[in-house]
Antibody, heavy 122, light 105 residues
Framework: QVTLRESGPALVKPTQTLTLTCTLSGLSLNTSGVCVTWVRQPPGKAPEWLARIDWDDDKYYRTSLETRLKISQDTSKNQVVLTMTDMDPVDTATYYC??????????????WGQGALVSVSS | VMTQSPGTLSVFPGERATLSCRAS??????LAWYHQTPGQAPRLLIY???TRATGLPARFSGGGSGTEFTLVISSLQSEDFGVYYCQQYNDWPRTFGQGTKVEIK
């Protein structure tokens, strides 16, 4: 059974750096074709795609946020880490990690974490 | 840009629901549909415009290509109410539509 679980702070101050960790269970990040993506969703709004990392360590970023985002993986821990610098109240959202596991060839996410609500406030 | 219509759809249980998604430029069949209920993560329904995700009931069907897409739910069940999002994965960054809320009439 494949599961993803986000962890990180619930509250950060403006200008601080957010670090979120996604732990994958039931499947290795090294598995060919596996991708993990971060998506965020502000309260009451649509999801917004942020970044993706592939099993071969290829990385993709939302262009408008590229200077603030960094995605990486620790295959020994089966974790994907997202950092976002210079946090602002408009970055308040639920942050999801999502996996492309069974839909290889399609960037559609068939496994999702439960989400981590991150508030940005002084 | 992905544009979904209608914004809200009021449907009786057992009725048919048709949701639309329009892309501002062609995305081939690189389109997915998700369903989300309050407090839950989105759940993948359809990918490749018409391929049902594992375990998805046959009452859900997706169609379209290029810029016009539809999701049809043939007979709405109570668990089908919530918000539906389309997502294109033809171009970077991947983008979601603003959602269609399906509510009980």
């Amino acid at each position: 059974q494949v599961t993803l679980r986000e962890s990180g702070p619930a509250l950060v101050k403006p200008t601080q750096t957010l670090t979120l960790t996604c732990t994958l269970s039931g499947l290795s990040l090294n598995t060919s074709g596996v991708c993990v993506t971060w998506v965020r969703q502000p309260p009451g709004k649509a999801p917004e795609w942020l970044a993706r990392i592939d099993w071969d360590d290829d990385k993709y970023y939302r262009t408008s946020l590229e200077t603030r985002l960094k995605i990486s993986q620790d295959t020994s821990k089966n974790q994907v880490v997202l950092t976002m610098t210079d946090m602002d109240p408009v970055d308040t959202a639920t942050y999801y990690c999502a996996g492309r596991i069974g839909t290889v060839g399609h960037d559609a996410y068939d496994f999702w974490g439960q989400g981590a609500l991150v508030s940005v406030s002084s | 840009v992905m544009t979904q219509s209608p914004g809200t759809l009021s449907v009786f249980p057992g009725e048919r629901a048709t949701l639309s998604c329009r892309a501002s430029q062609k995305v081939s069949t690189n389109l997915a549909w998700y369903h989300q209920t309050p407090g839950q993560a989105p759940r993948l329904l359809i990918y490749g415009a018409f391929t049902r995700a594992t375990g998805l009931p046959a009452r859900f069907s997706g169609g379209g290509s290029g810029t016009e897409f539809t999701l049809v739910i043939s007979s709405l069940q109570s668990e089908d109410f919530g918000v539906y999002y389309c997502q294109q994965y033809n171009d970077w960054p991947r983008t979601f539509g603003q959602g269609t809320k399906v509510e009980i009439k």
